[in-house]
């Protein structure tokens, strides 16, 4: 299963991003390759306006089973999040990447 | 002559000068063009009491995709600079609330697959008292553009109105494009501020912005002996006109909280809002 974080940083022990469009970087955990890799999506401040999509369509292009994130996508990012077929939890901020990837497993994070 | 009556910070007092100002210039029997542009949240209307002459939707252009046209090439979303359109695996989904407008994906669109429709965003209102003729703007609930419409009561007023007419445009607040737009065009800008540090540290924005606009601008203080000498001190530093005075007083606010205007009841504002109408007469004359 490959699993997607919004992250500050680049490895487990980095703040998960409560923000989706605006995350620092897109952590790629693949459970059967047991690899992790990291995704820069620090442009995306740079924009004003409509960032929410642009980093819902690069994550369609990481292929993900799971996006994991701390507030939840926007209504515009989660118009396209929803043509995809990943399942998307919530309610992981405040902590790092390696414990909401424990929440997951023990499913405490919420189903968007 | 076009004055805009603008601030940085909200809650100056700059439907309260726009009112009052243009009430009074009109009972001296000068036809006046008062034109509430805080199409957000527009309010002068509360003020001006007058009839109901026009009413017009206003419309703004969004794409709308053509599914069977379209070949999927992604070019609409490569020229898009506001991330309003983007291609989805088999979809071109437009986002309208970010769309500005600029036809860009429209225009260059090879099998013509993203045709402008126009699409409601508001409302505009014209009102007449004697020799006020007051227009409103005013943006639809969920729409999150206030240029576009901004631009469009601009176009009106400048299409339906003698030019001879003096125009008092009620800008919204704050330093940003609606503001922007709302001051371009005119040849005096007059900022309302409060004498307080936030009042001040608005000025300075707003300020800022006027400079790079390279515009005239004044300074009026409204509330005029709550805080400090900060903004006095200030507008002195920096050879800015300061026109008036609006001394603070819980009188104005029972008015204004009734949909009063202020110079009616309280003679110390009358004078104040006099000493700008005078300022202004003076500058038409120098036109």
Known sequence: ?112 | MKISIASGKGGTGKTTLSTNLSALIAEKNNDIVLTDLDVEEPNSGLFIRGELTHSQDMYKMIPEWDKDKCVLCRNCQNVCKFNAVIMMIDEVIVFDKLCHSCYACSELCPQNALPMQPQKMGELKRFKYKNLHFVEGKLDIGQEQAVPLIAQTLDYVDNNFPENHLKIYDAPPGTSCPVIEATKDSDLIILVTEPTPFGLHDLKLSVDTMRKLEKDFVVVINRHGIGNANVKDYCKKENIPVLARIPNSKKAAQAYSHGNLLYKVIPEIKTAIEKVADYIGTEMEKR
Do not use: C
């Not at chain 1, 995704?39 to 993900?64: C, W």
């Open chain 1, 1 to 112: 299963m490959k699993i997607v974080f919004t992250a500050k940083g680049k490895d487990w022990h980095s703040e998960m991003d409560p923000r989706f469009g605006r995350t620092e970087f897109l952590l790629v955990y693949d459970e059967e390759k047991d690899e992790l890799t990291t995704y820069d999506n620090s442009d995306a401040n740079r924009q004003a306006h409509g960032v929410g999509p642009i980093t819902a369509q690069k994550l369609f292009d990481l292929e993900p089973d799971v996006l994991i994130t701390g507030n939840g996508p926007g209504g515009n990012a989660a118009r396209i999040l929803q043509k995809g077929d990943f399942e998307i939890y919530t309610g992981a901020m405040n902590m790092t990447v390696k414990e909401a990837y424990d929440k997951f497993k023990n499913d405490e994070l919420s189903k968007f």
